[in-house]
């Protein structure tokens, strides 16, 4: 599979060039279009258990659409549903990455993720308690909220990031996650809720605008009933 990446940074929207008979998974919605004869089936990943978890514990849809190029190749455009940049990680099979609610947006055949647990703080931080973890060999496809930027920490090095600012982050990264106020009213007077302490060595990848700030401004804008 080949990304090719077009109308960054605001609007962005993956290509995904396929090989004859190659597939791809994409997260169920985030097709755009596609060339005539790319085949299409979708179906809960790893069982109805596991697409259970996808969809009530990290954030994802149900199903996940498998697109397969028909003999002469094809194409698949995807892009999220929010405006943002896109990324593609091209893993080597020694290190996974965990992605963050609603940022996994495409991934080539030799790429497989799972649902794992983030840590009970993250539950409650607005961006779910579960993880996207990917891992494998082959092009992960990765959307954001706003533009994109990269955090390199050496061994040792550390930063805090507000839990919605963040995207991905390397196997390589510790984390934990922590109250930025003590207290439920210093929560509530630095508009902050929890952030997440990261130490390197390893990439941590963010967004410049937080997808539940966003929610949280259309809902003071909807007029009561």
């Not at 094809?74 to 990680?89: E, S």
Request: aromatic share 8%; with cysteine.
């Amino acid at each position: 599979m080949q990304v090719n990446i077009r109308q960054q940074p605001s609007f962005a929207v993956a290509r995904l060039t396929l090989a004859p008979g190659e597939p791809a998974q994409v997260e169920a919605g985030a097709m755009l279009a596609t060339s005539y004869g790319v085949a299409v089936q979708s179906n809960a990943q790893g069982g109805v258990m596991k697409g259970l978890g996808r969809a009530f514990l990290s954030g994802e849809s149900f199903f996940i659409s498998t697109y397969t190029a028909p003999q002469n190749g094809g194409w698949v455009d995807v892009a999220p549903n929010l405006p943002g940049d896109i990324q593609v990680l091209n893993l080597d099979g020694r290190q996974g990455w965990c992605v963050t609610r609603g940022s996994w947006l495409a991934s080539s055949h030799g790429v497989h993720t799972e649902t794992r647990w983030g840590g009970f703080g993250k539950l409650f931080g607005g961006e779910g308690g579960f993880l996207t973890h990917a891992t494998g060999q082959g092009q992960l496809v990765i959307a954001c909220y706003g533009a994109l930027e990269a955090v390199t920490l050496q061994p040792g090095e550390m930063i805090t990031i507000d839990s919605g600012h963040v995207v991905a982050y390397a196997d390589t990264v510790q984390s934990q996650t922590r109250k930025v106020a003590s207290g439920i009213i210093q929560s509530v007077k630095s508009g902050e809720g929890l952030v997440f302490d990261f130490a390197g060595p390893g990439q941590v990848l963010t967004q410049t605008r937080n997808p539940s700030g966003l929610a949280a401004w259309v809902i003071a804008r909807i007029p009561p009933r």
